[in-house]
Nanobody
Framework: QVQLVESGGGLVQAGGSLRLSCVVS?????????MGWYRQAPGKQRELVAH???????NYADYVKGRFTISRDNTKKTVDLQMNSLKPEDTGVYYC????????WGQGTQVTVSS
């Protein structure tokens, strides 16, 4: 069974940075999967903020372009999200999964950006 474990969240002031990490265990298809980072803001639906293909091609939601960078390590089966110039509207619980949400969602990691 595939497990997704996110970490790295916390409380940060606006303009600060955080680096999130997701460990994907139990997957034999990780190298083939396009992986994404999602966030769920309070009272809102979960949304995809960035994704990275098995070949390393990246794509970002407009509101994080130029601020967030997604990366992956196929050997370690990890997906990271470097978040810079954080804004209060970036607050939410961040999750990783494939872009189809194939796996059971992990617990996520809370990011809180204060103004």
């Amino acid at each position: 069974q595939v497990q997704l474990v996110e970490s790295g969240g916390g409380l940060v002031q606006a303009g600060g940075s955080l680096r999130l990490s997701c460990v994907v265990s139990g997957s034999i298809f990780f190298r083939l999967d396009t992986m994404g980072w999602y966030r769920q803001a309070p009272g809102k639906q979960r949304e995809l903020v960035a994704h990275i293909s098995n070949g390393g091609t990246t794509n970002y939601a407009d509101y994080v372009k130029g601020r967030f960078t997604i990366s992956r390590d196929n050997t370690k089966k990890t997906v990271d999200l470097q978040m810079n110039s954080l804004k209060p509207e970036d607050t939410g619980v961040y999750y990783c999964n494939t872009i189809t949400g194939r796996y059971i969602w992990g617990q996520g990691t809370q990011v809180t950006v204060s103004s």
